[in-house]
């Protein structure tokens, strides 16, 4: 079972996010404040649950928390600051939306910049230790897989539904032959070899010419 506080008697948000590795998409935040003592026996790491098991916590959190907020930060603004400074961004401002101000912040992680006022605590592997970091973590990924699943509707082609924008072989393939859409993160490479990626019918001949 989860940890349900850092200190007991203290109002704690837990802050995590999603989407730092993806070619393409925002990347997400949620802030979480849960009652004292809350816990549920399907919470863990967002990552090591089923999707229908996210969902379900989804909901779950959503009605019990005694507070939520999800933020996201797009493609362009981590293009100018870094998907590091995003990842932080999001976190703080998800913090901001929360209708009920947390005394200390649980980060996710080892490391955390912030203009808030609010101490927090960065813990390594949170989303598997501490229960509102974990509700977080559920929030983040789920919000961010439904947008990956809408824009992915209007791009078939880079198969956003499946990967969620992450650099599996065919979203690599799938800019190598088609090129960039609005929603790529132009920072990041997209090519295999650290090769550059052009438009139009360069993009096309650098996809097919032999790589030495």
Known sequence: MLKTCLKEGRIEAGCDEAGRGP?????????????????????????????????LLREI????????????????????????????EAMSRAVEKLSVRP????????RFR?????????????????TAIAA????????????????????????WRKNKG???????MAVMRYGLSPYHRLSFNHEYRQLRLFDGEETRNEAESPRG
């Not at 933020?71 to 990842?87: C, F, K, T, Y």
């Not at 005394?103 to 080892?110: C, F, P, R, S």
């Not at 006022?117 to 989303?127: A, H, L, M």
Request: aromatic share 10%.
């Open 114 to 130: 912030t203009k808030l006022d609010i101490p927090y605590s960065c813990i390594v592997k949170g989303d598997a230790t501490y």
């Open 166 to 172: 992450y650099p599996t072989r065919e979203h690599r």
């Open 136 to 159: 977080a973590s559920v929030l983040a990924k789920t919000y961010r897989d439904d947008y990956m699943d809408r824009i992915g509707e209007e791009y078939p082609v880079y198969n």
């Open 61 to 88: 959190i959503e009605r019990e928390a005694v507070a939520w907020a999800v933020e996201m930060v797009e493609p362009e603004e981590i293009d100018r600051i870094n998907i590091l400074n995003a990842s932080f």
């Open 103 to 110: 005394q200390w912040l649980l980060i996710d992680g080892n």
């Open 23 to 55: 070619l393409a998409g925002p990347v997400s935040a949620a802030a979480v404040v849960l009652p004292e003592g809350w816990n549920h026996p399907l919470l863990d790491d967002s990552k090591k649950m089923s999707e229908k098991n996210r969902y």
